[in-house]
Nanobody
Framework: QVQLVESGGGLVQPGGSLRLSCEGS????????IGWYRQAPDKERELVAS????????NLADSVKGRFTISRDNAKNTVYLQMNSLKPEDTAEYYC??????????WGQGTQVTVSS
């Protein structure tokens, strides 16, 4: 059974940092592109960052460039999202997604990030 499990969310003050983790099991992790998405209340889910299968290719949404970094450790089946200089508008449920050509898409259950003073 394939699972993606996010962790690392929480409550942080504006300007603070969090590191989210997405750990996969039941799949050949290195075969999949991994993306971090977020969804705030009453808003559509949006792609925040993605990383290629071996980590050489990354993409970041304009709203998080210069503040967020995505990385992966395939030996640990884990992708990380380092979030610095957090803003209240970063508040959302954060999800990771795994996809590969010709294969099923997988989602994690989400982790809540709240940025508030």
């Amino acid at each position: 059974q394939v699972q993606l499990v996010e962790s690392g969310g929480g409550l942080v003050q504006p300007g603070g940092s969090l590191r989210l983790s997405c750990e996969g099991s039941g799949l050949t992790f290195s075969d999949y592109i991994i993306g971090w998405y977020r969804q705030a209340p009453d808003k559509e889910r949006e792609l925040v960052a993605s990383i290629g299968r071996i980590g050489g290719s990354t993409n970041l949404a304009d709203s998080v460039k210069g503040r967020f970094t995505i990385s992966r450790d395939n030996a640990k089946n884990t992708v990380y999202l380092q979030m610095n200089s957090l803003k209240p508008e970063d508040t959302a449920e954060y999800y990771c997604k795994a996809w590969a050509v010709g294969r099923r898409i997988y989602w994690g259950q989400g982790t809540q990030v709240t940025v508030s003073s």
